[in-house]
């Protein structure tokens, strides 16, 4: 490769790196539907499969498997629903309504954050932390669509994400439960 765009190569990876000064995911807060901070820490020793949500996407329905791989596995996994409003507008309720929404249509028991952003400029903490190398020792990812989903092992490393169409119980992630 020419030196020269090898050079601007490195120089445009390294400045879209986000550093964040944390040690592990369990530092990272953030507040629930009803604006209570949680809490990452509380979930150490479980697997966490957040998942970026939405009410108005053709994936919705995974709603119904992601409460039935909590409920299969509640003492090994914590599902984390995280909506979001950034692909297609399909997430553009208040936190009243995406409650109501989860336990009226899906009996949703799980946590629920507040909205936020997955990527861009206001990226939330977490999802810096999901989709940045330099912060989860894995790999770098960026969040193609509603339902992505992240998978942390009960040492609060990143084993892998997994794109939409990977439903909640899909033996990708359900292996690592058994």
Not at 83 to 111: D, H, L, R
Not at 156 to 175: A, D, E, Q, R
Request: proline share 4%; net charge positive; with cysteine.
């Amino acid at each position: 490769m020419n030196p020269i765009k090898t050079f601007f190569a490195t120089l445009s990876s390294k400045s879209s790196e986000k550093k964040m000064d944390i040690d592990t995911i369990y530092d990272i807060k953030i507040d629930n539907l009803n604006g209570i901070q949680m809490d990452l820490s509380e979930y150490k020793g479980k697997y966490i499969l957040i998942v970026n949500v939405a009410s108005k996407c053709g994936f919705t329905s995974q709603y119904k498997d992601l409460q039935s791989l909590h409920e299969q596995f509640e003492n090994k996994i914590q599902v984390l629903g995280v909506p979001c409003n950034q692909f297609g507008g399909q997430e553009p309720g208040k936190a009243e309504n995406i409650m109501s929404f989860c336990k009226i249509n899906y009996g949703v028991t799980f946590p629920i954050t507040r909205k936020v952003d997955v990527k861009g400029k206001h990226q939330h903490p977490l999802y810096t932390w999901l989709t940045n190398k330099i912060n989860n020792n894995v790999k770098d990812s960026s969040v193609k669509w509603n339902f992505q989903k992240y998978l942390i092992d009960p040492d609060g490393n990143l084993v892998n994400y997994y794109l939409s169409s990977t439903n909640p119980l899909s033996s990708k992630i359900v292996k690592h439960l058994k």
